[in-house]
Each structure stands twice: as C-alpha cells, then as structure tokens.
C-alpha cells in the first residue's frame, strides 16, 4: 500500500509544493511547527533510515543539498534552521516513507526536553 507521500508525489493527494524534480518533492507541512515547516521526500520509497542502502547515498545527499537550496530561498538560511529525519515510532516518524522535515523563522530552543 502506497503512503501518504506517495500518493502526493503521484498527485493522488494535493499539496503546497515548493520544489519538484526527479528525485525529491518538497512541500510545506500541513501541520507546521514552525513559521517555515517544509517536508522534504524523496520520490523512491524508503521507509526509514534504517532502510537506506548504499544505492541511495547520493539520493540522501541531494535532501540535504535542496534543504539548503529552500531554506535560502525561504530566507531562513542565515539566522539558521533545524533539520529532522525521525526514525521508527520512539524517533516520532509518523508516515513510513524517509524525509527530512527543514523547519525555521523563529530560534528553534532545544532539540529535545531533559527528563
């Protein structure tokens, strides 16, 4: 069954898409957690980290390389931003299909409460 993702990628679902090429999509969080909340996906369907082979090295890479290229453009680049990938239910991953959430415009605190 295909994930939510897949189904924007193939625009079976609409999104806010900010930038599309061959091997990512991004698009802005439907529920964002901060004033710019961007999902960046890559087309191919990985479904964790855990699940990235060698293969995707470069696939990865280019995430980070189009999370750069957005936040510039977003305006959020030189006052800084966060970038998350959560992993598996403990790490907070929601839909089973890799991405890396680029989120910023505003100081972002700490990256996780103490207990």
């Given amino acids: 069954m295909s994930t939510?993702?897949?189904?924007?990628?193939?625009?079976?679902?609409?999104?806010?898409?900010v930038y599309r090429d061959d091997q990512v999509i991004a698009?802005?969080?439907?529920?964002?957690?901060?004033p710019t909340h961007l999902l960046i996906v890559p087309v191919k369907e990985i479904p964790t980290v855990n699940d990235i082979a060698e293969a995707d090295e470069?696939?990865?890479?280019?995430?980070?390389?189009?999370?750069?290229?957005?936040a510039k453009e977003s305006g959020i680049a030189e006052d800084g931003y966060r970038l998350i990938i959560n992993c598996n239910r403990d790490g907070?991953?929601?839909v089973f299909h890799l991405h890396l959430h680029l989120m910023g415009g505003r100081p972002m605190g700490p990256m996780v409460v103490r207990q």
């Fill in 4 to 17: 939510l993702f897949t189904q924007i990628i193939d625009g079976d679902i609409p999104a806010d898409i």
């Fill in 27 to 34: 698009f802005k969080d439907i529920n964002p957690a901060a």
């Fill in 58 to 70: 470069a696939l990865v890479g280019h995430m980070f390389t189009v999370a750069a290229k957005l």
């Fill in 92 to 94: 907070g991953q929601e």
